[in-house]
């Protein structure tokens, strides 16, 4: 099993752009969930998905939006790129009470 | 909201014992985890407790579980230089979407 995969591992952005950061798991999960890590911060969840054509806000959905048509997909999208969009994102997905990680995607919007 | 708090930093010296302590202030989560997290990485999941235990031990990590004063630790024994990372205390109450402290920097030098 790959895990949790996420593409692109890095991006820089200019102001105003938009991108989709791609997120897949392959171990038939029904929960995802995208975060978003500042420097020196803990992680904030953005959106969630319990299931198939479920998406969920979470604490900080404001920017973003997600779909999943899938189960094994879960992109988020990014519309008109901010600097306050520079983070580290990370995909995860879950099982019963374990979270697992993809290896995140580093941002930077100029 | 709900909150984790972690002290940010916690510097010991290879053999000694490590302890990393978390507070919370969610009165209903479920299960309390310590995720670990190198540089450049996502986080990997240490170990879990569920909220009706006291104490979870499991090789070199022992996790201790004050619910009345919602304190909680994970003890490394043994610290080795490889143990150098940040670590995450996180709660969850309700979808398995988790609450995350701002990480405490474990640093052991040899």
């Known amino acids: 099993n790959a895990g949790v995969t996420q593409t692109p591992k890095f991006r820089i952005l200019k102001i105003g752009q938009s991108m989709t950061l791609q997120c897949a798991q392959d171990?038939?999960?029904?929960?995802m969930y995208w975060y978003r890590q500042d420097p020196g911060m803990g992680l904030k969840l953005i959106y969630y998905s319990v299931g198939a054509g479920i998406t969920d806000k979470g604490e900080v959905p404001n920017g973003y939006n997600v779909s999943r048509s899938t189960t094994e997909d879960f992109p988020l999208r990014l519309e008109l790129a901010a600097p306050s969009q520079t983070s580290v994102y990370f995909c995860?997905?879950?099982?019963?009470?374990?979270?697992?990680f993809g290896p995140g995607t580093r941002l930077t919007v100029l | 909201g709900e909150d984790v708090e972690q002290s940010l930093f916690l510097s010991v010296r290879e053999g000694d014992s490590s302890v990393i302590n978390c507070t919370y202030t969610d009165s209903s989560s479920t299960y309390l985890y310590w995720y670990k997290q190198e540089p450049g990485a996502g986080l990997q999941l240490l170990t879990y407790?569920?909220?009706?235990?006291d104490m979870k031990q499991d090789q070199r990590l022992t996790v201790l579980l004050n619910k009345k004063d919602k304190h909680l630790s994970l003890r490394i024994a043994d610290t080795q230089t490889g143990d150098s990372a940040i670590y995450f205390c996180a709660e969850t109450s309700g979808y398995s979407t988790l609450t995350f402290g701002k990480g405490t920097m474990l640093l052991v030098s040899p």
């Open positions: 171990m038939n999960h029904n929960y």
């Open positions: 995860a997905s879950s099982r019963d009470n374990e979270q697992f």
């Open positions: 407790i569920f909220s009706n235990m």
